[in-house]
């Protein structure tokens, strides 16, 4: 009877303790909300922003944890159950330690996933990490709590893992390559590349087998990413957007040469409100390459904003050109005029 009446009593502290705990989390957890709604009202950044939606419900859960843990002990509870009831309470709370963490990196990685470009393709790469690395950590929490060794299913999740990347073996090759080229940057999304021997576009997107490159007719070329880990990449958006780009034209070899470079000259200047062309360093005119069959062959040097807006300008400023030697009798070789290259 006594024995009985210790196990109710010894139950009834216990429920006691949960209901103030209840009661603690509840306090803690809507202090804990107030406070971060008003410090991120007040810096607006992503870390402030992510710490206010992550932490006050886990930490609300950590402080019922703990406050049971601390009460349990502190009226010295006997009984096998209540041992157990230990046990659980701080597995809870280290389960729920992870549980923050992974709640705080999953969010971070949406934060400036959306932000970024640039880490937008790998925000996906990102949460699975998490996700893996989290797992992992609890069934570790997990097993060790329940006694369970796990260096059978490690062995077996071992040779699994062997057999699995033997199968998938290019496919583990696309997906580390497209990790190595998301943390190297070689090339960005808008950038425009162009990957040897024949392609040239836009990056679309980095994906983990494949990278989307938008052709300037509007079509998708899809490269492994081992390919482009592995290809010579010229990238003309870096260092900086602006490209050097001219116009070659090629006038008659009987033709003034003084004249025409005066001709081209003033053309080149008027050029700076053609769209793109921008003002530093200013446009140009050389005597490149010079003679050349059939006549003499001058170089417009000029930069543009971006590779997209050299055939707009090279075209605008033919047309100037070929309307400038009309008007002063300046005849054109066979050549003509032929486009240029990038410096």
């Given amino acids: ?170 496919t583990l090759s696309n997906f580390f390559a497209g990790v190595c080229i998301i943390f190297d940057k070689p090339v960005r999304l808008g950038d425009f590349i162009r990957i040897d021997p024949s392609y040239d576009g836009y990056v679309e997107s980095i994906g983990w087998r494949s990278t989307h490159i938008r052709t300037p007719s509007n079509t998708i070329v899809i490269v492994p990413n081992t390919t482009l880990s592995k290809a010579i990449i010229t990238n003309f958006s870096l260092p900086t957007p602006e490209v050097a780009s001219s116009v070659r034209v090629d006038v008659s070899a009987d033709a003034d040469v003084d004249r025409v470079e005066e001709a081209l000259t003033d053309e080149a200047k008027r050029a700076l ?34 590779i997209g807006d050299q055939p707009g300008a090279q075209h605008a400023l033919r047309k100037r050109i070929a309307a400038r030697f009309k008007k002063e009798g300046i005849a054109f070789s066979a050549a003509s005029v032929a486009p240029g290259r990038r410096a």
């Fill in 1 to 170: 009877m006594l024995d009985s009446f210790d196990k109710l009593s010894n139950w009834s502290t216990a429920g006691g303790c949960a209901l103030l705990s209840l009661a603690l989390a509840a306090s803690a957890y809507l202090s804990l909300r107030r406070s971060m709604r008003r410090i991120a009202a007040a810096r607006r950044t992503k870390v402030s922003e992510v710490l206010a939606t992550s932490v006050p419900r886990p930490a609300a859960v950590a402080v019922f944890l703990l406050a049971m843990t601390s009460g349990l002990s502190v009226f010295r509870l006997h009984g096998a159950n209540l041992t157990e009831l230990h046990r659980l309470l701080a597995l809870a709370l280290s389960v729920v330690g992870v549980s923050v963490l992974m709640r705080i990196a999953l969010q971070s990685i949406d934060a400036y996933g959306h932000s970024s470009p640039d880490f937008r393709t790998a925000a996906g790469i990102g949460r699975a990490v998490t996700w893996v690395v989290g797992l992992g950590w609890v069934a570790v929490l997990v097993s060790d709590a329940l006694g369970i060794s796990l260096a059978p299913a490690l062995t077996a999740f071992g040779i699994g893992s062997l057999a699995v990347a033997l199968a998938l073996q290019d």
């Fill in 273 to 306: 409100d053609v769209p793109g062309v921008v003002r530093t360093p200013e446009p140009s005119v050389a005597l490149a390459p010079g003679f050349v069959d059939g006549g003499i062959g001058f170089t417009v040097s000029f930069h543009v904003r971006c």
